[in-house]
């Protein structure tokens, strides 16, 4: 039984393997899966989404040498003790890189200082219609 639904672009110049780890990061990250849960195995996500076996394998191997999930011999897949943290630390390694290096790249092009900076990110945080 599927707890997730994947979505795979097959026209996306990303390629399926990053696509299928992604998105078993996102449901581990997101609580469909936890810590000592088994998640559906390579065989599953390949009949399932109809991907070569091979190229489901080479996703969830980039999430084992991650540390997310485990793999047990003769049982399954498993998601690890660790799994949120690693996936927040990268997640925030990966925010910093995409969005606040630019930003304050941007700002100092812009003159702006730093108390002048954090005025604006919290203009941000009180104008957020998500809250």
């Known amino acids: 039984m599927w707890e997730m639904t994947m979505k ?71 998601v690890t003790a660790t799994a949120e943290t690693t996936i927040r630390e990268k997640r925030r390694a990966e925010f910093y890189d995409r969005y606040v290096s630019r930003f304050t790249s941007e700002a100092k092009k812009l003159n702006l200082s730093e108390d002048e900076l954090i005025a604006l990110i919290k203009r941000g945080y009180e104008d957020d219609p998500t809250d």
Do not use: W
Not at 41 to 60: D, Q, R, W, Y
């Open 8 to 78: 795979f672009n097959f026209d996306s110049p990303e390629p399926i393997y990053l696509q299928v780890a992604e998105q078993v990061e996102e449901a581990i990250f997101t609580g469909i899966y936890r810590a000592g849960e088994q998640v559906p195995s390579t065989t599953e996500m390949s009949k399932e989404f109809h991907i070569n076996p091979a190229t489901v394998l080479k996703g969830i191997n980039r999430l084992v040498a991650a540390g997310i999930i485990e793999k047990r011999r003769g049982v399954g897949m498993f």
